[in-house]
């Protein structure tokens, strides 16, 4: 096998996983790279989900909570929690659970990031007719220890 053969396959393969994570938003990403830096459109398909996305080490639904934590703690990252707020949707987690990840990131990372995570979270659901989200009152929820 060529080194061009391994590079397209790694390729291919990444690209699977990122159109069942990621959908048209995440190929969306990668088209807008084309004409300005083909290679990182490459590396973020063939490495990032070909080689770290596909391990097996966590679900999909898991890897999209520590990647919506990850973005809301460096901040500034909005277009890329707008990709994978609708990833986290796509691998079976609900409104309410990124409601409650992007309000749990407020403990670590300040309230201006966990702010701005949910207003791109807003902006999405709304975009998907997700909204309202609705939560179960306090009394319907169990006090855990």
């Given amino acids: 096998m060529t080194e061009k053969t391994e590079r397209?396959?790694?390729f291919e393969h990444g690209k699977g996983v990122l159109d069942a994570i990621d959908g048209e938003a995440g190929t969306n990403v990668?088209?807008?790279?084309?004409?300005i830096s083909p290679e990182l459109a490459h590396q973020v398909v063939a490495w990032g989900f070909g080689e770290i996305y596909s391990r097996p080490g966590l679900?999909?639904?898991d890897r999209q909570l520590v990647t919506l934590g990850v973005?809301?703690?460096l901040g500034g990252c909005e277009p890329q929690l707008d990709v994978h707020i609708n990833a986290a949707l796509n691998v079976g987690l609900t409104?309410?659970?990124?409601?409650?990840?992007?309000?749990h990131s407020a403990v670590y990372c300040g309230f201006p990031r966990a702010?701005?995570?949910t207003f791109?979270?807003?902006?999405?659901f709304a975009e998907r007719g997700l909204l309202p989200v609705t939560f179960?009152?306090?009394?319907?929820?169990?006090?855990?220890?």
């Fill in 95 to 103: 409104p309410q659970q990124i409601i409650e990840a992007l309000l």
């Fill in 120 to 124: 791109t979270a807003k902006k999405v």
């Fill in 59 to 61: 679900e999909p639904r």
């Fill in 136 to 145: 179960p009152s306090a009394q319907d929820v169990s006090t855990r220890p």
């Fill in 30 to 35: 990668i088209d807008a790279l084309e004409d």
């Fill in 8 to 10: 397209q396959q790694r």
């Fill in 115 to 117: 702010l701005n995570a």
């Fill in 71 to 73: 973005l809301t703690a």
